[in-house]
């Protein structure tokens, strides 16, 4: 989960310099529409502004994304201002969903249920009818719970991929584009302006889909904890 944390924070720090790169243009554009009349000094203060505060962003941005690195570093036995090759998460397994079947692992989930096999190894120790029967109730329960649980996880992980697939649409219309703003600007017939507009949707597209690679992955992992026992939604 902190590999995960991290690599997002990454592509969010990518993401913000984008758009900073954007407000930068933005209140150029403005300071020249200003020089002939065609813009108040309030636009220049207000793009001035958008640019200052998405500086202050990006420097909270940094300071979460040290942070996360700090944790990572001391979780895996380096010193807190460690500088280790961090290697990217492994990019999800889409064949890997047509595999998981909540129906057939369903037995499987209970047999391997923490709490299952919690009442049951308690159910040995029960003289008494009426807890013997509260105990069963419990049991059952609990199967009921990882079921649920699994069920869940799986619409889950349905849900991550379609996100999955929708960003990817939108990241190869924003790579259009961008192209298309970049011969546009490479013959005259387009600003500045216009090509970090376009860059801007890309990046932004391009980690979006990254970030929805992430979210499926650990909607996946989340399905094989579950078979594995671990409740990870009710």
Do not use: F
């Amino acid at each position: 989960q902190l590999m995960v944390t991290y690599e997002q924070s990454q592509y969010n720090l990518e993401t913000l310099q984008s758009t900073r790169d954007l407000l930068e243009a933005q209140y150029q554009a403005v300071q020249a529409q200003q020089a002939v009349g065609m813009a108040t000094q309030i636009d220049v203060l207000n793009a001035q502004k958008s640019v200052q505060d998405q500086d202050s962003a990006i420097l909270s941005a940094q300071k979460s994304a040290e942070n996360v690195h700090r944790g990572l570093c001391l979780m895996l036995g380096w010193d807190v201002d460690a500088q280790p090759e961090i290697m990217p998460v492994p990019e999800p397994d889409l064949s890997r969903i047509d595999s998981m079947n909540p129906e057939a692992d369903s037995q499987t989930a209970a047999a391997n249920n923490y709490d299952v096999k919690y009442y049951e190894k308690k159910a040995g120790n029960l003289s008494s009818q009426d807890l013997v029967e509260a105990n069963q109730v419990a049991i059952q329960d609990a199967k009921d719970t990882a079921l649920r649980s699994l069920r869940t996880q799986y619409d889950t992980v349905l849900t991550a991929r379609d996100a999955l697939n929708a960003a990817q649409i939108q990241l190869e219309t924003a790579a259009v584009d961008l192209n298309e703003a970049a011969v546009k600007k490479s013959v005259g017939q387009g600003t500045e302006l216009e090509y970090k507009t376009a860059e801007n949707a890309y990046i932004s597209a391009k980690n979006s889909v990254n970030s929805q690679k992430l979210q499926l992955l650990l909607a996946m992992e989340g399905y094989d904890w579950n078979v594995k026992g671990l409740t990870t939604s009710n």
